[in-house]
DNA sequence: GAACAGGTGAAGT
DNA sequence: ACTTCACCTGTT
């Protein structure tokens, strides 16, 4: 049987600025006040009932929740750091309610592989059918969710095994990635104990990852806040702010900053173009 | 048909 | 160190 639980106030987590801020693949939009998805296995309706965000899942522990929506860190102390102009405030005020979700590594890891010169829709698609096809599956209210298949289920696979996905050259990638950390040549738990530097180092050495998908998975996957990814989103936006691609400027969340920059800039660049 | 999409790596200055 | 280009595929 499913589980409910009280996540936080409606206002320490927006839905939209969560779910749909590029981070992620694996939700999906049910209405206004309400996304469905999967994560660590477990799937869940997320949404908002009166004035809490309450969560409806398969499984997973209200902890692994918690820690999964960063629950524990506050996102408005964070805000004040990195609040170093009119831009950022604006920034700021877009993305009220935006937690970074601490995603599983190599979850993270395959995903922005295939993200890379990609768009969102196909993304998922792609993301999507890969965990069709060998993830396992989960129920959850009469709907089925498929959970993020395991390292070792893809690292057994050929060359062409993936054609189905129509994912092109990054298949090859992510066989690569699969092999390395199945084989334990990337280590996620060594790679958290790393610093930004030396995990992005390890994570560069594989064919296919370079530093804007490592950043990502540092960011994202490894929970590495002063990882900056610098996307094309973010070169664009640098050509009238040129904070967007200065890693150093905002110091250690400059990861938090990063995607509050990359989400204003994608939903509201030409509004933006008008105002600086 | 051309251009583009949350890049990367190889080869060329 | 910086620039250019091919790479799969799907959409506009």
Avoid at 12 to 31: A, E, H, I, P, Y
Avoid at 98 to 123: H, K, T, V
Avoid at 209 to 233: E, H, R, S, Y
């Amino acid at each position: 049987m499913s589980k409910i639980f009280t996540l936080c106030d409606k206002n320490d987590l927006s839905l939209d600025n969560t779910f749909d801020c590029g981070q992620c693949f694996r939700w999906d939009k049910v209405s206004d006040t309400e996304y469905v998805g999967i994560a660590m296995g477990a799937a869940a309706r997320v949404y908002q009932d009166g004035n809490v965000m309450r969560i409806e899942t398969s499984g997973a522990d209200e902890e692994a929740w918690r820690k999964y929506f960063d629950l524990d860190t506050d996102y408005n102390t964070i805000a004040s750091t990195i609040q170093t102009d009119d831009f950022m405030r604006d920034a700021i005020s877009f993305n009220r309610g935006m937690r970074i979700l601490r995603q599983e590594p190599w979850e993270a890891l395959c995903s922005f592989i295939i993200s890379q010169c990609n768009n969102i829709p196909r993304i998922k698609k792609i993301v999507h059918s890969l965990c069709e096809r060998f993830g396992d599956c989960v129920n959850l209210g009469g709907t089925d969710f498929f959970a993020f298949p395991p390292v070792d289920k893809i690292a057994v696979l050929m060359p062409g095994d993936l054609a189905f996905l129509r994912a092109g050259y990054r298949e090859e990638y992510i066989l690569t990635a699969a092999y390395s950390v199945n084989s334990g040549v990337i280590n996620f738990d060594e790679l958290m104990r790393d610093s930004a530097d030396d995990a992005r180092k390890k994570l560069t050495a594989l064919k296919g990852i370079g530093n804007k998908v490592a950043n990502c998975v540092l960011l994202f996957g490894l929970g590495k806040t002063d990882a900056f990814p610098v996307d094309t989103w973010m070169k664009k936006t640098a050509q009238f702010y040129p904070y967007a691609a200065d890693g150093k400027h905002f110091g250690k969340y400059a990861g938090i900053a990063q995607q509050y920059i990359f989400n204003y800039a994608r939903k509201n660049m030409s509004n933006i173009l008008k105002s600086y």
